[in-house]
């Protein structure tokens, strides 16, 4: 199986490519589109700023080759916020996958941090990303680290609360997001992320 990961200025690519190496899978890291068009999955992974993303990613035409892809995609992080239609983050719009925008966390008390950073746990699980996990014995919990979330919406196939319920993963036809990160979730993460090669 060919595994693409999307290149483009975001941080922790590298993280993820550890991860599936750990699994025995080889990625290849690539911002040529006939390199992603041809992969049999296609992982867009990604920290950083939605606005300086985008730019990048327009300037190459990659956000319609991304829109286009019929295989299995995974967005992780800020991959999940730029599949959606527009962020906050650079008031700029993003790919359009996902019709939603993304929304800045506003503190409500005083404990409440932005960026929210650390474990947290996953439910109402709808998407096979979450095969063999039973919110009922063993919720999943996963590492997070973001100041922008997506709004609970039609495509939301996990929910996690912090300040509010937002979408911790979505998922449309061959697109799947997860706002959290699974190369840094331990098992449950790695789980996840077998389970997206099994899709």
Not at 39 to 65: H, I, N, S, T
Not at 167 to 184: G, I, M, R
Request: glycine content about 6%; charged content about 25%; aromatic content about 10%.
């Amino acid at each position: 199986m060919q595994v693409a990961i999307v290149k483009y200025n975001a941080g922790n690519i590298y993280s993820v490519v550890n991860a599936l190496r750990r699994m025995g899978i080889e990625p290849l890291l690539t911002d040529v589109a006939e390199e992603l068009q041809k992969a049999d999955r296609v992982l867009f992974p990604g920290q950083g700023e939605a606005r300086g993303a985008m730019e990048y990613l327009k300037a190459r035409r990659l956000d319609e080759v991304i829109r286009q892809l019929k295989q299995p995609v995974l967005g992780i992080c800020v991959g999940q916020q730029l599949l959606c239609r527009h962020s906050e983050e650079g008031d700029v719009d993003c790919i359009g996958v996902f019709d939603v925008e993304v929304k800045r966390f506003q503190p409500q008390r005083h404990e409440d941090k932005v960026p929210a950073m650390g474990w947290n746990r996953l439910y109402d699980l709808k998407s096979p990303l979450y095969k063999g996990f039973s919110e009922a014995q063993q919720p999943p919990y996963v590492y997070f680290v973001h100041s922008y979330y997506v709004p609970l919406c039609a495509d939301t196939a996990a929910t996690a609360d912090y300040i509010l319920p937002y979408s911790a993963s979505l998922h449309k036809d061959n697109f799947y997001a997860c706002q959290f990160h699974p190369e840094k979730s331990g098992k449950v993460g790695e789980q996840i992320l077998r389970n997206f090669m099994e899709i």
